[in-house]
């Protein structure tokens, strides 16, 4: 069964940096590309970055691109995003996903991040 | 960027009856490798999204008959036959066919 589990998320001020974290399980973490999406409180979907299965090479949109980067660690069957110069706007819940290959497919619970001061 | 447009925005529905929601894209979801990435959630009360219908019309494992969807190019369609209580939530199309990655505003399916 695969099981994403999203650590990571919390309070945070405006400026600083956060680190989130995805464990996977159930799967053969290096066959697959990877993927950050978020949802701010009572709103919808948004695509944040994609990995692809080597780690090779990143994507992200223009909204945070220059601030969040996206890594894996494919021995600790592990993703991350780190998340600098953080503002209010990125308050949101952050879910891991597994891509297949170009689409969400399995996702994890979420983690929620909270940027105030 | 590509703009999905989901309409309609609410979606009253009666326990066995149909719905259907539209997609539409502000360019053409057709990839250069000539297949359509076009997909669609559910998000239940609560809960993250799971997926529904992958590259337009392929029902994902597990996901009842009762789902199905259609469309190309820039138009597409998700219906729901026969509804039941747990198909209730907000549902969002998304495309990976273009960088960046967009969604659907959503679409909430509830009671009527």
């Known amino acids: 069964e695969v099981q994403l589990v999203e650590t990571g998320g919390g309070l945070v001020q405006p400026g600083r940096s956060l680190k989130l974290s995805c464990v996977a399980s159930?799967?053969?973490?290096?066959?697959?590309?990877m993927s950050w999406t978020r949802q701010a409180p009572g709103k919808g979907l948004e695509w944040v970055a994609s990995?692809?299965?080597?780690?090779?090479?990143?994507y992200y949109p223009d909204s945070v691109k220059g601030r969040f980067t996206i890594s894996r660690d494919n021995a600790q069957n592990t993703l991350y995003l780190q998340m600098n110069s953080l503002r209010s706007e990125d308050t949101a819940t952050y879910y891991c996903t597994r891509d297949n290959p170009v689409w969400f497919a399995y996702w994890g619970q979420g983690t929620l991040v909270t940027v105030s001061s | 960027d590509v703009v999905m447009t989901q309409t309609p925005v609410s979606l009253p529905v009666s326990l066995g009856g149909q719905a259907s929601i539209s997609c539409r894209s502000s360019?053409?979801?057709?990839?250069?490798?000539?297949?359509?990435?076009l997909h669609w959630y559910l998000q239940k009360p609560g809960q993250s999204p799971q997926l529904l219908i992958y590259r337009v019309s392929n029902r994902f494992s597990g996901v009842p008959d009762r789902f199905s969807g259609s469309g190309s190019g820039t138009d597409f369609t998700l219906k729901i036959s026969r509804v039941e209580p747990e198909d209730l939530g907000d549902y969002y199309c998304?495309?990976?066919?273009?960088?960046?990655?967009?969604f659907g505003g959503g679409t909430k399916l509830e009671l009527k």
């Open positions: 990995i692809t299965n080597s780690g090779g090479s990143t």
């Open positions: 998304l495309q990976s066919t273009h960088f960046p990655r967009t």
């Open positions: 360019q053409s979801l057709v990839h250069s490798n000539g297949n359509t990435y």
């Open positions: 159930g799967f053969t973490f290096n066959n697959y590309w």
